[in-house]
């Protein structure tokens, strides 16, 4: 049986794909707003996921809380599951997602992402106010579009392993489409000119540098059609022989049970006991725990090469076995 972060992640992919689909179709009157709408809930769907993962499958992690009034007037000092119309638990946004995956279990996000995600958003809440034939918005929103399906690869691969092996992610260039190379020079009005001048502002901090990384603000695709020889193709030998060697390429699907890396499991450690430090007793009792599989699991950084580095991750229900050594936060 699948676990929720597993069918929440399936879930992420197909809102993503569905995105990349409707996009590139030949005739689609309202290509960038749905995008940007499916897009971004492809991402709040990968967070909540992270987060079930970090948090041991629980649908609680993903609610929604409040202080609410009490038939006193006065407010209640603990927090319960907000409610929508039906009665049942409203669940966290996509950057209150971002923030508990970030903040409180320390898993390290590149900053790239996050304004990536609040410009795709920004897009997605004025969709409304936008026209297809805008040749500078569709641009620039291929352009956040694009970086966004990027860093979506890396830090699916980074947290649930090679999952998206079988897919293709990539935006069609608008050259295919649409009869231009660059922008012409257009009449704005005033809410798109608001919307690009925000984006500008986003991608300021980013222009100081013009190499591509694993995870960006925004990315150009430029397109070059040339002509090509027949013996200009990638050469390739098939083979029948029952005798040739067969590869199989598999990697271990752990991360359900050994969702945490030494910087969540410090930092959950930190928020979780008063007494707690990053210090040699703190590190004794932590490699003592780690010959148990019950609380952690050593990976291979590359499967193929066995002699190459490791990494231990771990198991949530470490947190117990350091219940002894230290006090909990009241």
Known sequence: MKSRSRLMLEKSI????SAIEIY?????????????????????LLLKAKVLNLASNKPASLYAMELRTLKSGKRSTVRRPKTNRSGNPMSINLFEAYRIVHEEYGVK???????NLIAITEIRDNAIHFVNDDMLLSLKIQELGSASLQNYLHLVSSW???VLSGYNFYLMPLSFFRNFSEAPGVSLNSSEKK???????SEEPYDKSEKVGDYNLTLRIDVKFQKVKSTSGMPVQITNDPSATTVFLSEEDFTDKYPWDYDILSTRLSKRYSDFKMNNDYHKIRK????DKKFAYQRLLNPSNPKGGKKTFY??????EFDKHYTKVS
């Open 109 to 115: 996000i590149n900053k790239a992402v996050h304004d």
């Open 195 to 201: 919307v690009l001048n925000y984006i500008k502002k």
């Open 160 to 162: 649930f392993g090679d």
């Open 24 to 44: 590139n179709k030949p005739d689609f009157k309202y290509r960038e707003e749905t995008f940007s709408v499916l897009c971004i809930n492809s991402w709040e």
């Open 288 to 291: 003592k725990l780690e010959s």
């Open 14 to 17: 197909a809102a993503m794909l």
């Open 315 to 320: 198991n949530p229900n470490i947190q117990k």
